[in-house]
């Protein structure tokens, strides 16, 4: 596991990550709790998020009707945060929709901010991604506390959540642009 000095060390180079574009390094498809493929190319849609992913079933917010959040329709994790506590490849795969090397801070992307992800749109929303208990009995306490200790939450070191708000696809090496 990660140590907190290693993490505080690494902070600089996360930080200055792409701002305005980047690329699609990875991406990941979730049918079921604990379970991911790693596809070339998925399709996002507005009704039903990921297709076949377990948004529709079983969210993890919900719109207080009861109906899933679109704004957990898509996660987007910094490939320098993942290669950073993921350090050993036996380690399970965060399954963060999307891994692009880009700076998901509040001031480079504030809620509402449009991106174009291959031909779909996306809205950055507003609800923070703070680590789940997963994330930190994968990657260690310290990688689960430098994402909440004090002054951090703004800089989203865990990724962004979005919405879709135009259907598309996306593909391995598509560009992820602010509009």
Same mark, same amino acid.
């Not at 849609?45 to 207080?64: I, M, Y």
């Not at 994330?135 to 962004?160: E, F, V």
């Given at each position: 596991?990660?140590?907190?000095?290693?993490?505080? @060390?690494?902070?600089?180079?996360?930080?200055?990550?792409?701002?305005?574009?980047?690329?699609?390094?990875?991406?990941?498809?979730?049918?079921?709790?604990?379970?991911?493929?790693?596809?070339?190319?998925?399709?996002?849609?507005?009704?039903?998020?990921?297709?076949?992913?377990?948004?529709?079933?079983?969210?993890?917010?919900?719109?207080?009707?009861?109906?899933?959040?679109?704004?957990?329709?898509?996660?987007?994790?910094?490939?320098?945060?993942?290669?950073?506590?993921?350090?050993?490849?036996?380690?399970?795969?965060?399954?963060?929709?999307?891994?692009?090397?880009?700076?998901?801070?509040?001031?480079?992307?504030?809620?509402?901010?449009?991106?174009?992800?291959?031909? @779909?749109?996306?809205?950055?929303?507003?609800?923070?991604?703070?680590?789940?208990?997963?994330?930190?009995?994968?990657?260690?306490?310290?990688?689960?506390?430098?994402?909440?200790?004090?002054?951090?939450?703004?800089?989203?070191?865990?990724?962004?959540?979005?919405?879709?708000?135009?259907?598309?696809?996306?593909?391995?090496?598509?560009?992820?642009?602010?509009?």
């Amino acid at each position: 596991m990660i140590t907190m000095d290693a993490l505080m @060390a690494a902070l600089p180079q996360v930080l200055a990550a792409p701002k305005q574009a980047t690329v699609a390094s990875q991406l990941t498809f979730r049918p079921g709790y604990n379970q991911r493929t790693h596809p070339d190319r998925l399709r996002l849609t507005v009704a039903e998020g990921v297709p076949g992913e377990r948004w529709l079933t079983a969210p993890w917010a919900r719109l207080p009707d009861g109906r899933p959040d679109p704004a957990i329709q898509v996660s987007i994790l910094p490939s320098r945060v993942h290669d950073l506590v993921r350090i050993h490849p036996d380690q399970p795969h965060p399954g963060d929709t999307i891994l692009a090397d880009l700076d998901t801070t509040e001031a480079n992307l504030p809620e509402g901010t449009l991106l174009r992800a291959g031909t @779909a749109t996306l809205r950055v929303s507003g609800l923070f991604n703070d680590g789940c208990v997963k994330w930190k009995a994968r990657y260690g306490a310290a990688a689960k506390d430098w994402i909440t200790m004090p002054g951090h939450p703004p800089l989203r070191l865990r990724g962004i959540l979005c919405a879709i708000v135009a259907d598309g696809e996306i593909a391995v090496g598509d560009t992820i642009a602010r509009l």
